[in-house]
């Protein structure tokens, strides 16, 4: 006769074994990106001097419905957005421009977002100096991105600051990248986490999106390539594990998540693949 504690190690294994032997049970506990997008930059320069709506709906067939892009390409904002809506391409995230004070200049920065019905606004280097940071410069960025995210709200618009890999060198009081979110108003400032310069920083991708969950609204999906230099490189090409990535983004209700890849020799050949890649992960 089975012990209770023997009945149940058998159902156990048993019901292990049926879900790995059954691939449509299996793919029920199984996660995965279920929209992917791009930052238009990896497409190259002058790219509204090319043949960029044969471009975009390149990578549309590719399976990308979203994109990060700064401005509108063509004639107008209302032209381009016609053009996205068509190919089912949606622009979900644009520049704000570089950190100021000036409300002018960000109501313009927010003119451009709102005709292109961008839900986020971001700042791609969220400080008034280069790197390294003191404590008064990280209190100088709070101080502006609270009153910019303010600004923001007021115009339908979600602040995001993106963070590199200074952001992990430490001062005397810690990590800027912990100054920032810890001070920043979570109504009003969010971040979109960049994983290779969180990685290329030194700290754990996975850590640092537990430690501020619900922080983040968009993931720029780049992988680092091997060997000590530590390139850039197209995802599913590098060292980077995305898996525990990925599941932890989408526990936290992260839904965008916009390859890149600095400087690639061949943009629409490394979203291709890293598309394959993407589409093809389970967590």
Same mark, same amino acid.
């Given at each position: 006769? =089975?012990?209770? /504690?023997? $009945?149940?190690?058998?159902?156990?294994?048993?019901?292990?074994?049926?879900?790995?032997?059954?691939?449509?049970?299996?793919?029920?506990?199984?996660?995965?990106?279920?929209?992917?997008?791009?930052?238009?930059?990896?497409? *190259?320069?002058?790219?509204?001097?090319?043949?960029?709506?044969?471009?975009?709906?390149?990578?549309?067939?590719?399976?990308?419905?979203?994109?990060?892009?700064?401005? =509108?390409?063509?004639?107008?904002?209302?032209?381009? &957005?016609?053009?996205?809506?068509?190919? *089912? &391409?949606?622009?979900?995230?644009?520049?704000?421009?570089?950190?100021?004070?000036?409300?002018?200049?960000? %109501?313009?920065?927010?003119?451009?977002?709102?005709?292109? !019905?961008?839900?986020?606004?971001?700042?791609?280097? @969220?400080?008034?100096? *280069?790197?390294? $940071?003191? &404590?008064? +410069?990280?209190?100088?960025?709070?101080?502006?991105?609270?009153?910019?995210?303010?600004?923001? /709200?007021?115009?339908?618009?979600?602040?995001?600051? %993106?963070?590199?890999?200074? #952001?992990?060198?430490?001062?005397?009081?810690?990590?800027?990248?912990?100054? &920032?979110?810890?001070?920043?108003?979570?109504?009003?400032?969010?971040?979109?986490? +960049?994983?290779?310069?969180? /990685?290329? *920083?030194?700290?754990? @991708?996975?850590?640092?999106?537990?430690?501020?969950?619900?922080?983040?609204?968009?993931? %720029?999906?780049?992988?680092?390539?091997?060997? #000590?230099?530590?390139?850039?490189?197209?995802?599913?090409?590098?060292?980077? !594990?995305?898996?525990?990535?990925?599941? !932890?983004?989408?526990?936290?209700?992260?839904? %965008? $998540?916009?390859?890149?890849?600095?400087?690639?020799?061949?943009?629409?050949?490394?979203?291709?693949?890293?598309?394959?890649?993407?589409?093809?992960?389970?967590?």
């Amino acid at each position: 006769m =089975y012990s209770r /504690k023997e $009945f149940l190690k058998t159902a156990i294994a048993g019901s292990a074994g049926l879900v790995a032997a059954n691939p449509l049970i299996a793919s029920l506990s199984e996660k995965r990106l279920e929209n992917i997008g791009y930052i238009s930059g990896i497409l *190259g320069p002058n790219l509204g001097d090319r043949d960029w709506q044969s471009i975009l709906r390149q990578t549309t067939e590719y399976g990308y419905s979203e994109i990060e892009i700064g401005n =509108y390409l063509g004639e107008s904002a209302s032209s381009f &957005l016609s053009f996205c809506k068509e190919i *089912g &391409l949606k622009p979900v995230a644009g520049s704000l421009g570089g950190m100021t004070e000036d409300t002018d200049v960000i %109501h313009e920065s927010l003119d451009r977002l709102n005709a292109l !019905e961008m839900q986020y606004g971001v700042i791609y280097w @969220p400080f008034f100096v *280069g790197a390294p $940071f003191s &404590l008064d +410069d990280c209190k100088r960025s709070v101080d502006v991105l609270n009153k910019t995210g303010e600004i923001c /709200k007021s115009r339908g618009i979600t602040l995001l600051w %993106h963070n590199h890999d200074y #952001e992990f060198v430490p001062m005397e009081e810690g990590l800027p990248f912990d100054y &920032l979110m810890e001070n920043t108003d979570e109504d009003l400032v969010q971040c979109e986490l +960049d994983i290779y310069w969180v /990685k290329k *920083g030194g700290a754990d @991708p996975v850590e640092v999106l537990k430690k501020y969950s619900g922080r983040y609204r968009v993931l %720029h999906v780049k992988d680092m390539a091997p060997g #000590e230099e530590q390139d850039f490189a197209c995802p599913g090409k590098g060292i980077i !594990e995305w898996e525990p990535v990925f599941a !932890e983004s989408v526990s936290q209700g992260i839904e %965008h $998540f916009n390859v890149e890849r600095d400087n690639a020799p061949d943009g629409l050949g490394c979203l291709r693949t890293a598309s394959t890649f993407l589409k093809g992960l389970r967590f």
